[in-house]
């Protein structure tokens, strides 16, 4: 974790209030783990306190850059968030132009870990990747890792429209097929994305599957319920409202089962990333957005 001043290479719109933030981050990009996240702090601005939680895109090489004389890839040094403008905080960071700096502190928490995970993945036929809305910001870097290992792998991909399903292309060369789905019927399957989910489910009952899933309370747990029906291991990438992003404030804690009782943990310092097993899954839940 290293708390550092970094400059914007680009801040490229995209459809739907979506923005790719691209900074220059030499000392934090080549320790990124896949789920882990940034706080982003605007500069120069006393009405915008506190720093603000996003998913780790993608990390990425300067451009340019050869492989060593070993043949391994150039050590990246770019940082890409992926956002979406939901409140002040994310409207000012669209304004933000190549040369403006922002303060980054990354990476955090405990992501997509393969220590974690791998024994799942390998008795899986197949890796299913869920993902709501901009929940799709904290898969790529496990997908990409997953394609490296040669495992296969699948995406279903739920937005309100057309103009949210970002980061489609990115995980086009990394999976075997997707499933896209939106509210308004714009492209592909009109409804949640865990209705096709619990099809493709219920049509292979004989396979086993390792599903990793981002997005929305009410999304997490459906599908938490979808996996646990058809006895699927889960694991799911939550989102809250944070402080500080170091396990500080505690206001970022959620219920999990404890030992005989219910306790408490961090998504900022135990999670993002949990087995479903391990969250008390309430009936409503009121998370906090990422603005």
């Known amino acids: ?16 209030g979506h ?13 990124v783990r896949p789920g882990q996240f940034a706080m982003v702090r605007m500069l120069g601005r006393s009405d915008v306190l506190l720093r603000r939680p996003m998913s780790i895109f993608d990390v990425c090489a300067k451009e340019g850059a050869r ?29 933000l132009r190549p040369g403006e700096e922002v303060g980054l ?18 008795e899986s036929d197949e890796i299913l990747h869920v993902a709501g809305g901009i929940g799709i910001a904290a898969l790529l870097l496990p997908a990409k890792q ?23 292309k990115d995980f086009k060369p990394l999976v075997r097929a ?16 865990t209705r096709p989910l619990e099809e493709y489910l219920a049509r292979h009952t004989n396979q086993k599957f390792l599903l990793m899933v981002c997005g929305p309370w009410p ?35 959620i219920r999990v089962h404890g030992t005989g009782h219910e306790a408490y943990q961090r998504v900022c310092t135990e ?20 603005e």
């Not at 923005?19 to 320790?31: G, I, K, T």
């Not at 391994?72 to 040094?77: D, W």
């Not at 499933?179 to 592909?188: D, F, I, K, Y």
């Not at 979808?226 to 500080?244: I, Q, T």
């Open 219 to 253: 999304m997490l747990r459906a599908t938490v319920e979808l996996a646990k029906r058809f006895r699927h291991p889960c694991l799911v990438s939550m989102e809250n409202r944070m402080g500080c992003g170091l396990g500080v404030c505690l206001g970022c804690s």
């Open 178 to 193: 997707m499933l896209l789905a939106t509210e308004n019927g714009s492209v592909g399957y009109r409804g949640f994305v």
């Open 67 to 95: 492989a060593g004389h070993s043949g391994q890839r150039p050590a990246p040094h770019i940082l890409q968030l992926l956002y979406k403008i939901v409140g002040r905080g994310t409207r000012l960071m669209a304004e």
């Open 146 to 168: 997953l394609a490296e290992a040669s495992f296969t792998q699948r995406l279903f991909f739920g937005a309100r429209t057309e103009d949210d399903l970002v980061g489609v």
């Open 19 to 31: 923005f790719l933030l691209s900074l220059h981050a030499p000392r934090q990009a080549p320790e």
């Open 271 to 290: 999670g993002p990333v949990f087995w479903a097993e391990k969250v008390v899954w309430e009936t409503e839940k009121k998370l906090g957005i990422k």
């Open 1 to 16: 974790m290293f708390d550092e001043i970094a400059a914007v290479i680009e801040n490229r719109p995209l459809t739907g």
């Open 105 to 122: 502190l990354a990476p955090l928490g405990h992501g997509f870990f393969q220590e974690d995970y791998l024994p799942q993945a390998h």
